[in-house]
């Protein structure tokens, strides 16, 4: 029987060690991104809003992308192993990112787990005029992000959930999640304890391994 527990985890800067999506406008950006992202950190445009601005100035094929990032990228420790204990208990274990879907599918592909993980993230086009990204649709039009608005959405269909995250949108599902897990110095991570929002700060996955059998209710 299915535990009614879901784990969401975000990919950039959590799951992999950097954050792909900045590394690939810092090397193929055709444009002043850095200034996109600050008036994001701001909140003077969206989530969305940034990230769509952001990649429209990524002309690069999707092969060249890939290649650049497996140089730069690192899964970080006993990932593989955790999902492969969630596979074990049937905890279902989704990917909700902001970055390039066809990277994240790479980097699970590679530790072998491509057919268990799902991948919750807006669909990445590539052409000669930039990429576009079509956002899944959200659930409930006032939330944040489309990263706690599946929090929300698994939780009102009588879920539990547990998140992993580091950034600026993470804090959001982070902080409506269950159970919460944000990489240590991360934004999320000082955002959290600088308003009292119970988490756990974690290096790497082994911390999440070792909790997921305290937590798991069927």
């Known amino acids: 029987m299915m535990s009614d527990l879901i784990l969401l985890s975000d990919f950039d800067g959590t799951i992999v060690d950097v954050d792909t999506g900045s590394a690939a406008l810092s090397k193929f950006a055709d444009g002043d991104w850095e200034t996109i992202e600050k008036q994001y950190t701001l909140e003077q445009i969206t989530f969305e809003e940034s990230l769509k601005r952001q990649f429209s100035m990524i002309a690069a094929p999707e092969l060249i992308i890939v290649k650049e990032m497996d140089t730069v990228a690192v899964v970080r420790p006993y990932f593989a192993e955790m999902v492969n204990y969630c596979r074990q208990v049937q905890v279902p274990f989704i990917i909700t990112s902001g970055g390039l879907d066809f990277l994240i599918r790479h980097f699970m592909s590679k530790k072998k787990v491509d057919d268990y993980v799902r991948v919750y993230a807006p669909k990445a086009e590539c052409s000669p005029e930039g990429i576009r990204l079509n956002f899944p649709k959200l659930h409930d039009p006032t939330s ?27 804090y959001y599902a982070l902080k409506k999640a269950d159970f919460a897990f944000a990489m240590k110095g991360s934004p999320s991570a000082q955002r959290c304890r600088r308003d009292e929002i119970q988490f756990e700060e974690i290096v790497d996955f082994q911390a999440v391994l070792d909790v997921l059998p305290k937590i798991i209710r069927r």
């Open 144 to 170: 944040y992000s489309f990263k706690d608005d599946l929090v929300v959405h698994y939780q009102r269909g009588g879920h539990r959930v547990g998140y992993i995250g580091d950034g600026h949108a993470d």
